[in-house]
């Protein structure tokens, strides 16, 4: 066990670790604690672009790349314009029940507790390290389209189906509550009897 | 080296653990889809520790993560859209607010 430790503290990839998983973590929990929405979305960035480090020291290139560019990119942006289009209050008013709270956080810490022994009591094995990172897009491309590849069309079809049913879910009222669009055009409608008349006087004139 | 996954595992623990907080305590529905948003995060931090300190080291791994940030994607996408119109129909974007259900 004490050379186990010597191990840790000496490599330099355990103290890069240490690093990203401290800005991880602080960052999750600034998201929790912060009490406006954009500032939670912002440090939960900062959450998702550490993974991407902490993906990037376990050879995974290919998905640290795809972390920044979907989740710090895309779902950042995403959330943000959700909350844009949102209204939002006083986030913690202190309206949430105490108690309610109080046991979440009670249920959480349980869950970290089981977690944790868990981790702790397991007896992992060492395996034979594999190089992972050389030509890590092109291994991950063969797999994608040899061994995976059903999985992988379905996924396309899934994220196809998933962005119509989002488009129509968030058109949806638009064409229902067309109380709307008649009150947009109904302007426009009577503005456009004004333009004669007015070329009318200028006519006149 | 084994040490290295038991650290790995316990701060995708600790991400999740947190997610999961934020989860049964936020209000705003944008930061509880974030939470779990978080969570998924944490999902794909072991499996990407467990394609490269597992038994058999390979990069299934790292496929099945992209499965799942693919998936992570489109729900997030479905959620928003459902937020919005949600939002449109009873102008609050709460959640403690959203309890047709609730007799």
Known sequence: MPDLDLDLILNGQTIAYFMLAICAIVGAILMISFTKVVHMVVSLALVFLSLAGIYLLLEAEFVAFVQVLVYAGAISILMIFGIMMTRHDRQEEHMVKRARSFAALIGCGALFAVLFLAIRGTAFIDPEAQPLAENNTLRIGELLFTEHVIPFELLSVLLTVAFIGAIVLAKSDHEEGSSSLPKEETPVAKSAPLVPDRKGEEEFQ | ?103
Do not use: W
């Open chain 2, 1 to 103: 080296m084994s040490s290295m996954l038991a650290s790995f595992l316990t701060l995708a623990a600790i991400l999740f653990t947190i997610g999961c907080y934020g989860v049964l305590t936020k209000r705003s529905a944008v930061i509880v889809l974030l939470s779990i948003e978080l969570m998924l995060n944490a999902v794909n931090l072991n499996l990407i520790a467990f394609s490269k300190y597992g038994i058999i080291p390979s990069l299934k791994g790292q496929v099945f993560s992209l499965f799942t940030i693919a998936v992570a994607a489109a729900e997030a996408a479905v959620g928003v859209a459902i937020l919005i119109a949600l939002y449109r129909k009873r102008g609050t974007a709460n959640v403690d607010e959203y309890h047709e259900l609730q007799s």
